[in-house]
């Protein structure tokens, strides 16, 4: 049960966060989307093998994090916790591609290791931009900015409804987990017990949505997403995007490490 209280603890403080005046919570919802949509592509369109071309790339997650003064202890576990499926994705990369691609005195590198780090960084900037631009902004607005930005509005609120549906999950898993606990005496569960245990879940989680459902339809919902935050497009929204933009684009034509590392060995006596 702790580890669902977590869970959920974890989910809400992104909404906590993201109801804080801030001056990342300042700017458009949508100038933060697209300049986070072009940072993503921008991150995914690097060669394989690219490793320290993507780092300059940090600074966008790390420069909003500090406009939206989120801690990084929260994020940095959210982040841990999806890491496994990047170290899943790129595994075997070490394994069929041995060519030798660097070499640090007499250790060599397989072309197979430098791609495995350049899909973790990929992952950490991308998935850590995402998670930095839901915890500045709030999942609810967030909807609402892909809904104005040409989004179908069906799809905005089924992930809205997916957001907000994993607490009521997880708020019955931790019912269930307790209710389990104090009738087993301390005594491990049987594997034969998590289909029945699992199929009771889903269907107290299925009658309380219906309940939620009920709910919201008695208090006027009309299936269109709205957001106590107003959604006004500024010049500061337009220089955001474009600055962001064209520091984008310089990193992805100059490799910046590279340039910098020439510059400080040319300048070196």
């Known amino acids: 049960m702790s580890r669902i209280d977590a869970a959920l603890r974890d989910l809400r403080s992104l909404e906590a966060l993201a109801a804080r005046d801030t001056a990342l919570a300042r700017l458009d919802a949508r100038a933060k989307v697209v300049a986070t949509l072009v940072f993503i592509v921008t991150v995914v369109s690097f060669d394989r093998y690219a490793v320290a071309a993507l780092m300059p790339l940090a600074a966008f997650p790390l420069a909003l994090a500090m406009l939206g003064e989120l801690p990084a202890r929260p994020l940095l576990r959210k982040l841990l916790f999806a890491a496994?499926?990047?170290?899943?994705?790129g595994l075997f990369n070490p394994l069929l591609d041995r060519a030798p691609m660097l070499a640090f005195g007499a250790v060599h590198v397989s072309a197979g290791w430098v791609s495995f780090a350049s899909i973790l960084?990929?992952?950490?900037?991308?998935?850590?931009?995402?998670?930095?631009?839901v915890a500045g902004t709030g999942m609810n607005t967030l909807c609402v900015a892909l809904t104005r930005l040409g989004v179908p509005p069906v799809m905005t609120t089924q992930l809205l409804f997916l957001f907000r549906y994993a607490f009521v999950l997880g708020a019955e898993a931790a019912r269930t987990s307790t209710a389990r606990e104090l009738r087993s005496g301390g005594r491990a569960m049987a594997l034969a017990a998590y289909g029945p245990l699992l199929g009771h879940l889903l269907l107290r989680a299925f009658e309380r949505a219906q309940r939620i459902h009920l709910a919201m339809l008695a208090r006027g919902f009309d299936g269109e997403l709205r957001s106590l935050r107003a959604l006004r497009w500024s010049t500061r929204d337009s220089l955001f995007?474009?600055?962001?933009?064209?520091?984008?684009?310089?990193?992805r034509l100059v490799d910046l490490p590279q340039w910098a590392g020439r510059a400080l060995l040319g300048a070196a006596p």
């Open 121 to 133: 960084v990929r992952f950490a900037l991308t998935v850590g931009a995402a998670l930095v631009l």
């Open 84 to 89: 496994p499926f990047a170290v899943l994705v």
């Open 241 to 251: 995007v474009a600055g962001w933009s064209a520091f984008f684009l310089l990193v």
